[in-house]
């Protein structure tokens, strides 16, 4: 952004001066005057060429990203004026990460009564934090509201909406944004991948359709459209997809994983088992493991089966499914014989369930 | 024929030691080596006793060094071996202004205007030194002088509005400020003087104005102290209090300020005014389109003088 001349400050009408503040991010409120002189001060401080160091402000960034919120905030406060938005962003920040939603939500409304619309955007991330996504969403759309087709504001918007469940009119700003600037790369991935997560794999196919269209190389698109397919049912379709994104990663276990997953569903055990075994030796999640498990079940192998089931319950102690697994797997004491003889006929023996897994997020099947 | 390889024990002083001991002598002094940068004079004085350069030298270093009365006989003995070192007298001049021998002092800077009669930094520093000696006419002549040679000197405009307030001409110090920081809106001192003469008039809210930008660049607890007289006058009491706390915390001797926290506090429980985003609060203009947009207009224009 170019700046303005000092001279263009100095005789700029109220109007004019309100919108170069604005645009420096200057607090535009107050006499006419202070406001210029705070507008030719900040050009001033710009044309000097002095060296680097680390002011204030750039130390209590550092400081809140280095995890210690707490002396963020009091170097924060130090360098609070009334002439600039911006620390009262930082404040914000730091505030945040400490948890006080509400004093974060304060710190970034006043950045927003200075005049910084992106304080909206910082105000929704706390409302979110706090849950309260529809709020959230208002704040996104502040911001949009003073900076229309802004891509930042409406993704922020678009995530909002995809937490708070509202997976389709996200996709639907995603699709506008995408409209507006066709430049961006990427963003028919992402509607895809919205899609997938909220349950719609028909719609979630196409969009990741366009995306491979746009990006031959894009492998994560690749990936997610090969989970959305096999989804619907289309699973030669979704092996042929698969094993394209293998051609250009052969390392990729998501990809390795929903092959084998696809491979199960058409009945060929061994290419299912073969596929996902690899997965599991590139990247253990919890997701890979349980499907191991599952074939390792299947192939009466209950101690191998137990062992991938322990190693994702050192990693997610609480994981039902693995809990769930374990309890079947484990061998029990012998009930004492009654009179009428036993009882229990063989264990019932529960079909397989091998579940995909994506790039970005573990669908549930 | 052989040479002696010992340079000091010829009889005439090897010219290139001698430079070299000069270069090593000032970047000690720059890098804040002062031992140093006076063994590497005392070298330079051993082979050219008589070397004026070299007793300057000493003599800044000394006075960087609170050495005073030192400093003072080696700039004596530089202008003895030269009398008409611009630099000798400005050093020597300076050390008597640390002495606080203004008298002495306005008399070096005559004697260096009879040798340069358009130094400018003389002129000013002589009109300093009449201010101290409480010749404020005296100090105002000079200060114009330098504006007639070079009207876009800050420190003259700042230091004749500093003499004009001494005299009580409250208008025309304000002008002359007004001058100084057009030309150096960063100049610090006149950023001061600005709050004080507006404290003085009683506007607090130009005054919180003007100690808010000079401490921007500059902490002193005594603008800190009339920013809180400020915002007592703006019935800003938490800010008062903290602006005070503040003072006290820079020095803690400041009795002025202890004395003021006290009113701030008692004041706080009857009033405490909130100006939100707003740094001109207390200013009120009539008229001005800034002002006609502010959401707190009617508690400003209350409390504005």
Not at chain 1, 254 to 280: F, H, P, W
Request: charged share 30%; net charge neutral.
């Amino acid at each position: 952004m170019s700046l303005p001349s000092e001279a263009e400050v100095e005789h700029a009408d109220w109007p004019s001066l309100k919108r170069i503040c604005e645009s420096l991010g200057l607090n535009p409120k107050g006499r006419s005057a202070v406001v210029r002189m705070r507008a030719m001060d900040h050009l001033r401080r710009r044309a000097r060429t002095e060296p680097w160091s680390a002011g204030r402000g750039h130390i209590a960034a550092l400081l809140n990203r280095l995890g210690f919120p707490d002396l963020s905030e009091n170097v924060w406060e130090s360098t609070i004026r009334l002439n600039a938005a911006a620390p009262w962003v930082g404040l914000g920040q730091a505030k945040l990460a400490s948890g006080l939603l509400g004093e974060a939500k304060k710190s970034f409304d006043r950045a927003v009564q200075m005049g910084d619309s992106s304080a909206h955007l910082h105000a929704a991330e706390a409302l979110a934090a706090g849950g309260d996504f529809d709020r959230a969403v208002q704040s996104c759309d502040l911001y949009v509201a003073a900076r229309p087709g802004d891509v930042r504001g409406l993704a922020m918007k678009a995530a909002f909406l995809a937490r708070a469940g509202y997976a389709e009119e996200a996709a639907r700003i995603l699709q506008t944004t995408s409209e507006l600037h066709p430049e961006i790369r990427g963003l028919a991935r992402t509607i895809g991948t919205v899609l997938l997560r909220a349950d719609r794999p028909e719609p979630a196919s196409e969009a990741l359709r366009a995306a491979a269209h746009a990006d031959p190389r894009d492998i994560d698109a690749a990936i997610n459209r090969g989970a959305s397919l096999v989804l619907t049912g289309r699973t030669r379709e979704a092996i042929g997809v698969l094993r394209e994104a293998l051609e250009v990663d052969a390392r990729r276990p998501e990809a390795l994983n929903n092959l084998g997953v696809a491979y199960l569903r058409l009945g060929q055990r061994k290419s299912g088992a073969v596929n996902i075994d690899r997965a599991a030796r590139h990247l253990e999640t919890p997701r890979i493991l349980l499907n191991l498990a599952e074939i390792q079940e299947t192939e009466d192998q209950p101690e191998d089966a137990l062992g991938s089931v322990g190693q994702v319950l050192r990693m997610e102690p609480k994981d039902s499914e693995a809990l769930a697994v374990r309890k079947r797997l484990t061998p029990k004491a012998r009930p004492r014989r009654t009179a009428g003889g036993s009882r229990g006929a063989a264990a019932k023996k529960t079909s397989a369930r091998v579940r995909k897994s994506k790039s970005r997020k573990d669908p549930k099947a | 024929m052989t040479l002696q390889a010992e340079a000091g024990q010829r009889f005439l002083p090897s010219v290139d030691r001698l430079e070299m001991s000069m270069h090593a002598a000032l970047r000690a002094f720059e890098q804040g080596d002062a031992e140093g940068a006076l063994a590497h004079v005392a070298v330079a004085l051993n082979l050219k006793p008589e070397y004026d350069a070299a007793w300057i030298l000493q003599g800044h270093v000394l006075r960087k060094g609170a050495d005073l009365e030192g400093a003072l006989a080696s700039f004596e003995r530089a202008l003895k071996i030269n009398d008409d070192s611009e630099e000798g007298w400005m050093g020597l001049a300076a050390v008597l202004h640390d002495l606080r021998r203004f008298k002495e002092e306005s008399e070096a800077y005559d004697r260096l205007l009879e040798l340069h009669p358009r130094s400018i930094e003389a002129w000013i520093d002589k009109g300093a030194a009449l201010h101290e000696l409480k010749d404020y006419r005296g100090a105002i002549a000079c200060y114009e002088r330098v504006i007639a040679m070079r009207p876009e000197v800050a420190s003259a405009w700042n230091n004749k509005g500093a003499a004009l307030l001494r005299l009580g001409d409250e208008a025309g110090a304000a002008r002359c400020f007004d001058e100084a920081l057009h030309l150096d809106p960063d100049f610090y001192d006149a950023m001061a003087n600005r709050m004080y003469l507006f404290e003085k008039q009683g506007h607090p809210g130009e005054a919180v104005l003007w100690a808010d930008r000079a401490l921007r660049v500059r902490e002193a607890p005594e603008l800190w102290y009339v920013k809180g007289l400020g915002h007592i006058g703006l019935r800003e009491s938490m800010l008062a209090v903290r602006a005070f706390d503040r003072a006290l915390e820079l020095n803690p001797e400041l009795k002025e300020a202890k004395a003021a926290l006290h009113r701030a506090k008692a004041m706080h429980g009857a009033a405490d005014l909130y100006r939100g985003v707003y740094e001109c609060f207390g200013t009120h203009l009539a008229g001005d389109p800034g002002c006609e947009e502010c959401e707190i207009r009617s508690r400003c224009r209350e409390v504005t003088r």
